[in-house]
């Protein structure tokens, strides 16, 4: 069993930052994409930003020019750096990886439990 262990989160004034990290908790043979989602209260889970294995990364277009995701394969870890945060950024935001455990697995995707990031003043 795989688990992504998210850390940063908290609470930040509006026009402050705050870098979550998210790991995978163990050997892992090749991890695809990962990302960060958000939920706030009432909507749906949605996209925040995803980077593939080669590097390749997609934002939202709420969190595009603030926002910036990165990976180092190596620790299994990705990063959502956010700048710039506004009061509608706060949410709880869950980490996704797409992975193999096995070289003879198929992919499955992960979740982490979520760390809450809010926003306010």
């Known amino acids: 069993q795989v688990q992504l262990v998210e850390s940063g989160g908290g609470l930040v004034q509006p026009g402050g930052s705050l870098s979550l990290s998210c790991a995978a908790s163990?050997?892992?043979?090749?991890?695809?994409?990962m990302g960060w989602y958000r939920q706030a209260p009432g909507k749906q889970r949605e996209l925040v930003a995803v980077?593939?294995?080669?590097?390749?990364?997609d934002y939202a277009e709420s969190v595009k020019g603030r926002f910036t995701i990165s990976r180092e394969n190596a620790k299994k870890t990705v990063y959502l750096q956010m700048n710039s945060l506004k009061p509608e950024d706060t949410a709880v935001y869950y980490c996704?990886?797409?992975?193999?455990?096995?070289?003879?697995?198929?992919?499955?995707?992960?979740w982490g439990p979520g760390t809450q990031v809010t926003v306010s003043s």
């Open positions: 996704n990886a797409v992975l193999k455990v096995f070289s003879w697995d198929r992919e499955r995707s992960y």
């Open positions: 163990r050997v892992i043979f090749n991890i695809n994409t």
């Open positions: 980077i593939t294995s080669d590097g390749n990364k």
